[in-house]
Every structure is written in structure tokens, then in C-alpha cells.
């Protein structure tokens, strides 16, 4: 069974920066995408980022050049670094992960962008 948790979430003015990391447990092989997807009030769940094992990365449109990837293989760990956030970017995280056909989702983890 494979299990994720998520952390790093919080309240942040626009401009400013969060990190949001996932660890993975379980069943873990090492051929495998990880990534980040988020869901606004009203809206349909959309991804974020995705890096795969050999770390080509995809990102949405509206995060480039604004949020980075990376993951660490040997930990089983994925973190995203957001910078210059806008109230745009206010949703709820969750850590995604893919395993030959399977998906698996973290709990999720609530980024706002305030004044």
C-alpha cells in the first residue's frame, strides 16, 4: 500500500514564497511520475507540475517560470517551490503519484495568497 504525506502549506501575501513537500511510503518502484496537482473553490482539480523518475519536468502554463520541481529518488520525496504566488495560485495541493497504472493521491494541503 502506498501511502502520501504532504506538508508545507500556509497563508502567504502575494509575491511571496511557499515550499510544499511529499514523502511516499509503501510499495514504491522506482520507474514512477510524481507531481503536484491543486484544486480552487468551484473548480476542477488541475496539475501543477510533474516530474518523472528521470526528472523531465511538465509544467501548467501559469506557473511557469514561477514554481520549481525536484524530487529525491532514494527518499521518495517531492517538493515545490512557489515563488511570486498571486491569489490565483490560492487552492488546495495534493501530491500525486504513478505507478504503472496506478494513481495515488496525498491528502492535500491548503495554500492561500492573501493581503
Known amino acids: 500500500q502506498v501511502q502520501l504525506v504532504e506538508s508545507g502549506g500556509g497563508l502567504v501575501q502575494p509575491g511571496g514564497s511557499l515550499r510544499l513537500s511529499c514523502a511516499a511510503s509503501g510499495s514504491i518502484f522506482s520507474t514512477n511520475a510524481m507531481g503536484w496537482y491543486r484544486q480552487a473553490p468551484g473548480k476542477q482539480r488541475e496539475l501543477v507540475a510533474l516530474?518523472?523518475?528521470?526528472?523531465?519536468?511538465i509544467y501548467a502554463d501559469s506557473v511557469k517560470g514561477r514554481f520549481t520541481i525536484s524530487r529525491d529518488n532514494a527518499k521518495n520525496t517531492v517538493s515545490l517551490q512557489m515563488n511570486s504566488l498571486q491569489p490565483e495560485d490560492t487552492a488546495v495541493y495534493y501530491c500525486?503519484?504513478?505507478?504503472?497504472?496506478?494513481?495515488?493521491w496525498g491528502q492535500g494541503t491548503q495554500v492561500t495568497v492573501s493581503s
Open positions: 500525486y503519484l504513478k505507478i504503472s497504472s496506478y494513481d495515488y
Open positions: 516530474i518523472t523518475s528521470r526528472s523531465t519536468t
